[in-house]
C-alpha cells in the first residue's frame, strides 16, 4: 500500500431518497488473521481497538468509536480513524510477535456507505438476509445483488462494506432501492 492518505471511494456521494445512501469517506481497516485460540490475540485486539474479540457473526464497538468486526473462524476487520491504521498494525505486531498471523491495511481496498433511515427496507431488496433472525450487533456477510458485502445494523440505520471496485454498483443498487416506489 502506499503512503497517501486513503481517498474515498465515490468522493462523498450522497442520495437522498426515502433512505439517506452516504459514502462515509476515508476509514482505516485492518483485516487480521489468526486462529482464535491464538495466544494474545484478544490483547492485540484490545491493543489494536480498545475491542474485546467479538463472538461469531458479531461487531464490538468501543466507547472511541473504532470496531472489530468477526469476519470468519480466523479473520477479524478492525475499523478506526486512517490516521490510527500505523499504529494499530505496530500494536498488532507486537502482541503477537513471532506467532503465525497476517495483519494488513485494507483501507484503500474497500467502501464503506451509511444508509440512513430505513435501511432494513433498502437492503430487503438487495440481499437474501432473514433480518427476523439478526441480531443486534450481528455482522452479516451476504451480497447485495451479485456482489459480496457485508453490513450491520444500527438502529433504523446500516453501515454497508464491499470491495471499492465495485463502489459505484453498490451505491447506484442502493439508491435505486431507496427511491420511493421502486422494486427490485
Known amino acids: 500500500m502506499s503512503d497517501r492518505a486513503a481517498a474515498s471511494a465515490l468522493n ?3 442520495f437522498a431518497g426515502y433512505a439517506r445512501i452516504r ?17 494474545g490475540l484478544a490483547a492485540a485486539i484490545k491493543a489494536a481497538t480498545g475491542c474485546a474479540i467479538p463472538p461469531q ?5 468501543a466507547a472511541d468509536g473504532k470496531r472489530c468486526a468477526w469476519m ?3 479473520e477479524y476487520l478492525l475499523l478506526m480513524p486512517q ?16 506467532q503465525h498471523h497476517l495483519a494488513l491495511d485494507v483501507s484503500h481496498a474497500r467502501a464503506v456507505f451509511a444508509v440512513e433511515g430505513m435501511a432494513q427496507s433498502v437492503l430487503a431488496k438487495l440481499t437474501p438476509t432473514d433480518f427476523a433472525a439478526l441480531a443486534p450487533n450481528e455482522l452479516r456477510r451476504t451480497r447485495l445483488a451479485q456482489v459480496p458485502a457485508a453490513f450491520w445494523l444500527e438502529g433504523g440505520n446500516a453501515t454497508v ?3 471499492r471496485s465495485v463502489a459505484q454498483y453498490v451505491f ?13
Open 12 to 14: 462523498g456521494a450522497v
Open 23 to 39: 459514502d462515509i469517506g476515508p476509514l482505516g481497516m485492518i483485516t487480521l488473521r489468526a486462529a482464535q485460540d491464538l495466544a
Open 83 to 98: 490516521a490510527d491504521v500505523p499504529a494499530a498494525l505496530q500494536a498488532i505486531a507486537q502482541a503477537l510477535a513471532g
Open 57 to 61: 457473526r458479531g461487531i464490538e464497538t
Open 161 to 163: 462494506i464491499c470491495f
Open 72 to 74: 470468519s473462524p480466523d
Open 172 to 184: 447506484d443498487l442502493l439508491s435505486h432501492a431507496a427511491r420511493p416506489g421502486t422494486e427490485i
